[in-house]
């Protein structure tokens, strides 16, 4: 046999071990992708029935309930006010410490000289309209008298203490928020402007209010709660009768000369 036929067929088994290998090679590749795609599906079986095993066994199950969605809204302080240590108190509980943050409420005061309605400001004022809603709830305002009417420098009326002394409210106090944004101490409380005494201190805020009737010039320590909508002419017409001091004298600060009664005050619910 020829030396050129012996290459030739040298490399014919050459090319032939080399197709073969290579042919063995891609079964090999083609075996471990089966197999990784197996276990892959056999994975994705077992959570899927582990997830459908879940459901249909907790899923329906009255004992096992869902998780509760978490409280929206405003999370309130209210700090404890000792009703023994002050008789003027009047103690009928907390609100709750959650409170809603959004839109507005209604409050309606009926008074023995008319009605005022009040939008007030739950969005910035939650804490503050959280407590009257709940005071408003136990009946803390009616039947109490509006204590003081202040004719000069400050024209407001003043009401929401049970006693009418200018010393009472309920066991607990609150920090004031919704404080007006400006430099002019004149324009802080313009007329038709709702807002919460306190005693001059950080966190006395409690159930007295007062709506501002006329011009008046007070730093920017108080807690706005709304704004008169409806009935500002009543206070008007309050202010104008004057006021009077303990022996009925006219003063500029006293109460009002025509007492002032509120016979029911009522909130509408907050937006949840």
């Given at each position: 046999?020829?030396?050129?036929?012996?290459?030739?067929?040298?490399?014919?088994?050459?090319?032939?071990?080399?197709?073969?290998?290579?042919?063995?090679?891609?079964?090999?590749?083609?075996?471990?992708?089966?197999?990784?795609?197996?276990?892959?599906?056999?994975?994705?079986?077992?959570?899927?029935?582990?997830?459908?095993?879940?459901?249909?066994?907790?899923?329906?199950?009255?004992?096992?309930?869902?998780?509760?969605?978490?409280?929206?809204?405003?999370?309130?302080?209210?700090?404890?006010?000792?009703?023994?240590?002050?008789?003027?108190?009047?103690?009928?509980?907390?609100?709750?410490?959650?409170?809603?943050?959004?839109?507005?409420?209604?409050?309606?005061?009926?008074?023995?000289?008319?009605?005022?309605?009040?939008?007030?400001?739950?969005?910035?004022?939650?804490?503050?309209?959280?407590?009257?809603?709940?005071?408003?709830?136990?009946?803390?305002?009616?039947?109490?008298?509006?204590?003081?009417?202040?004719?000069?420098?400050?024209?407001?009326?003043?009401?929401?203490?049970?006693?009418?002394?200018?010393?009472?409210?309920?066991?607990?106090?609150?920090?004031?928020?919704?404080?007006?944004?400006?430099?002019?101490?004149?324009?802080?409380?313009?007329?038709?402007?709702?807002?919460?005494?306190?005693?001059?201190?950080?966190?006395?805020?409690?159930?007295?209010?007062f709506l501002v009737y006329g011009p008046t010039t007070l730093d920017s320590n108080y807690t706005v709660l709304g704004k008169i909508t409806k009935g500002l002419d009543v206070v008007e017409k309050i202010g104008?009768?004057?006021?009077?001091?303990?022996?009925?004298?006219?003063?500029?600060?006293g109460a009002p000369k025509k007492p002032v009664t509120i016979t029911s005050l009522k909130i509408t619910p907050a937006e949840s």
């Amino acid at each position: 046999m020829s030396s050129t036929i012996q290459r030739q067929r040298a490399a014919a088994r050459a090319r032939l071990e080399r197709q073969m290998g290579e042919r063995l090679e891609e079964a090999r590749k083609r075996k471990q992708r089966n197999a990784v795609l197996g276990a892959a599906v056999a994975l994705l079986l077992v959570i899927g029935g582990t997830i459908w095993l879940m459901r249909t066994v907790g899923g329906d199950d009255p004992q096992t309930p869902a998780a509760a969605p978490l409280p929206e809204g405003q999370v309130c302080t209210w700090t404890p006010e000792d009703a023994k240590a002050n008789k003027n108190l009047k103690d009928v509980g907390t609100p709750p410490t959650e409170a809603s943050s959004k839109g507005t409420q209604t409050m309606t005061i009926t008074t023995n000289s008319g009605v005022i309605e009040v939008a007030v400001n739950t969005a910035k004022a939650p804490c503050t309209a959280a407590a009257f809603t709940y005071l408003a709830s136990k009946n803390f305002f009616d039947n109490t008298k509006c204590h003081r009417l202040t004719t000069e420098g400050i024209k407001v009326l003043q009401c929401g203490d049970p006693s009418a002394t200018g010393m009472g409210g309920p066991s607990f106090k609150m920090a004031e928020e919704n404080l007006p944004n400006v430099t002019d101490q004149a324009t802080a409380y313009p007329a038709g402007t709702v807002a919460i005494a306190n005693t001059g201190q950080p966190g006395s805020s409690g159930s007295q209010f007062f709506l501002v009737y006329g011009p008046t010039t007070l730093d920017s320590n108080y807690t706005v709660l709304g704004k008169i909508t409806k009935g500002l002419d009543v206070v008007e017409k309050i202010g104008a009768a004057g006021a009077v001091d303990k022996d009925g004298k006219a003063t500029p600060d006293g109460a009002p000369k025509k007492p002032v009664t509120i016979t029911s005050l009522k909130i509408t619910p907050a937006e949840s």
